[in-house]
């Protein structure tokens, strides 16, 4: 063959696999690419299917309805009916500002839009879908309000949930904002230094001081190192690094379940190191720290980088859930659920049911056990423990007559300078019916002063109202 | 013998077969307001095309595929375009038949004409009139001046400088012993091309620059002698490319665009992020003809065609279509490797490369795969320049894949 010849081949060929390359990256995009930006909310047809559709209702679990649509004129009309209260949960579905929430995660099944399927196109082509569906929440009207009336002029989110079968019955992030009317609002709202529109409750990470105690007493359990005895004289002396008690109290002599109780600071420090970092990593990931929660609303994941951490003082600082810990207050519900139920963490629930116009039940969650963050022996140790601290503890502001509460309360340091204020607990604590997780955000108070009297109060009035 | 000719005719029985099917989808969604007159202009064409592909088998000796692939890609080119705007379907089925006539009526002519390979001068006359006609008369539209209107017809003379270029590197390579008394000569013919490319840049035609730039460094790659000229080529493209980008915000625009159309999604990267919209509803099977929203997509009918298709008749008619494209120029290569005239060779080197490329560009830049320019796709996009210019160069290379040398012996 010629040099030309060889040339000219060159060139074909090159021609050749720029054609090949159109063909593979045209596949790649079709099936890794295509289903995301079909549902960016600048891609027109999706309002499309909004004037030809009436989007379905969202019910609360007794049926009372908080976001419908109505015909107005050639198109349909979304109606809020509870202002701000659902803000975070339903979220909005507005032309001008896109979507979110509920709103925009089953925005296929409010709208009654299946899979792109062949068969199903064509189906759709023969009977055009004119309604979509309902949700049906696993929240409780009631519950929502009162605990969005206990946060109110505070910042943070309280989960109210049942530990046994993952429904949430409340879920409420502080500040938020009304959905009913945004045009109006909308550039307030955006600019907003305390950005409403984030749901604190999924989205927000936060320090969560001691209530990761719990976590750390339990990776305790796992490793045997909480038979010895500890004397606590107020502080302890990590590399040089001083912690000290909360305002330098000294406990004494004191066991795994009085430093929980009491909230040692220094028993924990001092044992971290004994149990180890692995040891504790392991327990948290059981309760999903550093992985996704699988949720109907997207989740981010609580952090304990223990792989990352080098010294000895970051660990102790890990252990009393200061330093690199961060923990959303769901994440938080979830494991308080899962000391509960004997150690079985189950998957939260918000949306209950998918339902046809007609009242078909198109899908319907299910109970599901995700993990076993803790033997149910173990579970019921910690347990006790966490009803010896609102019996005798910090968190005695959490007590309710005739009933027994276990919790465990957090006062976590931040960048701030004030102190996020947290509790988490469950009751009656023999038969739990509800776990609730409450954090308030930079309010320079300590968990047992400002969180555990919301949970008392919202436990208890779950316990009354709450219908099966 | 005879069974020789059946074989030839096969393929254009097929071709008729598509189209026929491919008109009954038109009618299909077209059943609400059927209209008889658009019913026998269809028929029409593809009687024209029928009897072309016929006609094409008897006189030419030459390849019978080529033909055939563009008349597959007119007919799903002619399809959306109607169903995006009737009347513009209406007036490209009226462009195309020009075109076949142009393809008849070039045939004949450039085949009849002899030593075209010496007029290298003319050409180069020429393609420097017709960059003097776009600056002089030239509007703007859609941020590039590359029209020229004459008494209400608008064409692009681009369109046709491509075809020159073509003819003017042929010229040059093919007679190398001729140009070889001249020192540098290649040098020179490098400066011109770089001076038809910097002419494009000014205009913004970006797309165009990059045509003539891959036309002219293919067949520099094949046919430069001094070697180390290539490497000046390249090295001078991409030193431009960089120092484009640097001067010229439109250069810096399209790269952003494609870089991350979705932070700039209201303005320069609208048109973009609406075409990978168009293609991601598609699918692998599409919506259905009708039952999407081309109209969605800015200037869908003439650069951003191949998204509408995808829209409406899925991936699978998109891969299809750039396979049509990647055969086409394979039997466009195979007629070069096939000619023994070197002018006529690197004639069908070069029309190859140009249809190969410039579909590549604008397949590729509505895909975002690589940035976007304004180019059409040939064959596809709405355009009487675009259809013209190609059925033009259609021709040239059809009259390529004839054998040029033993013409000359008998005339001779």
Known sequence: MNKEIKRIIIILTVLCMTFISLIVYISYFQIFKASAIKNNSYNKRLWINEQT??????????????????????????????????????????????????????????????????????????????????????????????????????????????????????????????????????????????????????????????????ITAMAALENSSYETQYNCI????????????????????????????????????????????????????????????????????????????????????ASIGQGKVLVTPLNMALIASGIANEGEVVKPILVKEIVTKDGKVLKQSDIEILSQGINPLGANTIKDMMVEVVKSGTGVNAKIKNVTVAGKTGTAENSSGKNHAWFIGFAPADNPKVAVSIVLEEDGSTGGKAAAPLARDIMLYTIENIKD | MFKGEIRKQSPKNLLLLFQILALLLLLAYEQ???????????????????????????????????FLIVTMLITIGIIVIYRIDEKLGIKQLTWISLGIFLFFLVYFMVKRLKKIDDWLYLYLVLAYLLFIITFAFGDRKFGAINWVSFRGFAFQPGEITKIVLIFLLASYYSNTEKWRHIKYSSYYIMGVVYSFIALLFLQKDLGTALVFYIIFASIQFIYEEDRKLILYNIGLFLGSGVLGYVLFDHVKIRFQAWLN?????????????????????????GKGLGMGHPDFVPVVYTDFIFSAICEEMGIFTGIGIVMLFMIFVYRGFKIAISQENRFYRILAIGISTLFGIQSFIILGGVLKMIPLTGLTLPFISYGGSSILSSFIALSILQICSEDMTSREDTDE
């Open chain 1, 53 to 214: 559709i009436l989007r379905g209702s969202i019910l609360d679990r007794n049926g009372n309805v908080l976001a419908y649509s109505e015909k107005e004129g050639d198109s349909y009309k979304r109606n809020y009916n509870y202002g701000s209260l659902y803000s975070h949960i339903v979220g909005y579905s507005y032309r001008e500002y896109g979507k979110s929430g509920l709103e925009l995660y089953y925005n296929n099944s409010l709208l009654n839009i299946s899979d792109s399927t062949p068969i199903n196109e064509i189906k759709n082509i023969v009977i055009p879908n004119t309604t979509g569906n309902n949700l049906v929440l696993t929240i409780d009207h009631n519950i929502q309000s009162r605990a969005r009336s206990l946060i109110d002029g505070k910042k943070g989110s309280i989960v109210v949930m049942n530990p046994t079968t993952g429904e949430i019955y409340a879920m409420v992030s502080y500040p938020d904002f009304n959905i009913s009317n945004l045009n109006e609002n909308w550039k307030e709202i955006s600019e907003d230094m305390e950005s409403p529109l984030i749901n604190r409750a999924i989205q927000g990470l936060y320090a969560p001081g001691s209530v990761f105690k719990v």
């Open chain 1, 234 to 317: 107020g502080s302890e002396k990590i590399e040089g690094y001083v912690f000290k008690d909360y305002e330098g109290k000294a406990h004494g002599p004191i066991d795994l379940k009085g430093a929980l109780v009491k909230s040692c600071n220094t028993y924990f420090i001092n044992k971290s190191l004994e149990i180890g970092k692995d040891t504790i990593g392991k327990i948290s990931e059981r309760f999903f720290f550093n992985s996704r929660i699988p949720f109907d609303l997207p989740v981010k994941s609580s952090q304990f980088p223990y792989k990352e951490m080098t010294t000895d003082v970051e660990v102790a600082a």
């Open chain 2, 32 to 66: 609400m307001h059927a209209d008889k007159m658009i019913f026998i202009m269809a028929m029409g064409l593809i009687l024209i095309i029928y009897l072309s592909n016929y006609l094409l088998i008897k006189i030419s000796s030459g390849d019978n595929y080529i």
């Open chain 2, 261 to 285: 159309p979705w932070i700039y999604i209201e303005r320069q990267g609208y048109q973009i992020t609406q075409s990978l919209f168009a293609i991601a509803e598609g699918g692998f099977f």
